[in-house]
């Protein structure tokens, strides 16, 4: 069945990185968009980033903008977001998706998802 690991949440200070990562399984990995997403403190689910199948198009919050990359290795399975310049608003708890095909479209709703992991910017 599908799977979605994700890893490398943690605790940062404002200004400082994180890299989280999603292990993915159970299916054929380089067929489909992935993205990542985001659910802050008393806030709904909002989609942060996504990366087409094959990595050539990739999207982004503008808020996130110029702060955070997506990356995927489609030999390992597994998609990266490298987050700089964290901001305390940041802090939430992110999950991976995997789209329902290869192109990655923000207005539509993920095929699965992950369990999350927390990420929390604060001094």
């Known amino acids: 069945q599908v799977q979605l690991v994700e890893s490398g949440g943690g605790l940062a200070q404002p200004g400082g990185s994180l890299r989280l990562s999603c292990a993915a399984s159970g299916f054929t990995f380089s067929s489909y968009a992935m993205s990542w997403a985001r659910r802050a403190p008393g806030k709904g689910l909002k989609w942060v980033s996504g990366i087409d199948s094959d990595g050539t198009d990739t999207y982004y919050l503008d808020s996130v903008k110029g702060r955070f990359t997506i990356s995927r290795d489609n030999a390992k399975n597994t998609v990266y977001l490298q987050m700089n310049s964290l901001k305390p608003e940041d802090t939430a708890l992110y999950y991976c998706?995997?789209?329902?095909?290869?192109?990655?479209?923000?207005?539509?709703?993920?095929?699965?998802w992950g369990q999350g992991t927390q990420v929390t910017v604060s001094s």
């Open positions: 998706a995997r789209s329902h095909g290869p192109a990655f479209r923000p207005e539509e709703e993920s095929a699965y």
